[in-house]
């Protein structure tokens, strides 16, 4: 047990080393390396840990050759650098296309779910104010449209899920409401203020437009910064 737990410890240090070397200006690999000792002593402390949703074999939703973790991505490293440049210590889980599973052994389970145990298990190392989490929406007959962002049954996680709702539906002009996210193992697992921000919908030809366009995901990635930035001033 003790040993299965020091082996959790490490492959979670492992996985934070994306950003660690993102913080100090490095350009990514394609595949994570084993971190030098230096490095692994250094881990970040975070206001707010951004999840770039899915990753590697799992690409999450797609349109043809579009795909969704291709998108997360792209957002997750503009709202990080854009929390960065308002002074906020922002870390983000992963700064390339790969499956943080592939890092999780110390979760016996499916790849999916060691996957989401290993997005978990990096807000208990690290302890950051909030977590929030990227994903970019589909719905089966392609009529929705507009941000949607989801929370724990927790006060905070629900403050945070509606300023961040407010700034997306300033953006997109939606009138989108945050929800309860029952059934979203993270949400569930992450022991601190949480959200799952569904950017909006891939389905959607104009949404569509806005997620696969650098400057769409600018202006939502500046829409989260202003929502992530207004709860700042108001949460304990
Ligand atoms: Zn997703």
Redesign the pocket.
């Known amino acids: 047990m003790a040993i299965a737990k020091s082996f959790g410890a490490l492959s979670r240090r492992a996985a934070l080393l994306g950003a660690v070397l993102l913080l100090s200006g490095w350009t990514p690999p394609e595949q994570p390396s084993t971190p030098p000792a230096s490095v692994r002593h250094a881990l970040p402390t975070a206001d707010v840990l951004i999840d770039a949703?899915?990753g590697g074999i799992d690409s999450?939703?797609h349109w043809g050759d579009i795909m969704?973790k291709d998108i997360?991505l792209a957002i997750s490293s503009r709202l990080y650098l854009i929390l960065r440049s308002h002074g906020v210590r922002a870390v983000l889980n992963r700064t390339g296309d790969y499956a943080l599973s592939d890092e999780n052994r110390w979760h016996r389970a499916s790849r999916h779910t060691r996957d989401l145990s290993q997005r978990g298990g990096l807000t208990e190392e690290i302890q950051p104010r909030m977590f929030v989490s990227i994903?970019?929406n589909w719905s089966p007959r392609g009529r929705k449209r507009g941000p949607l962002v989801l929370h724990q049954a927790e006060g905070r996680s629900a403050l945070l899920a509606s300023f961040i709702q407010d700034g997306l539906n300033r953006q997109q002009r939606a009138n989108g409401v945050p929800t309860l996210g029952k059934r979203f193992y993270v949400l569930n697992r992450v022991r601190v203020p949480s959200v799952i921000v569904e950017t909006t919908f891939l389905n959607d030809p104009l949404d569509r437009a806005m997620l696969t366009s650098p400057r769409g995901q600018t202006r939502i990635a500046h829409a989260i910064a202003e929502g992530i930035l207004a709860y700042r001033c108001v949460a304990p």
Request: proline share 0%; aromatic share 0%.
């Open positions: 949703g899915h999450g939703t969704e997360n994903h970019v």
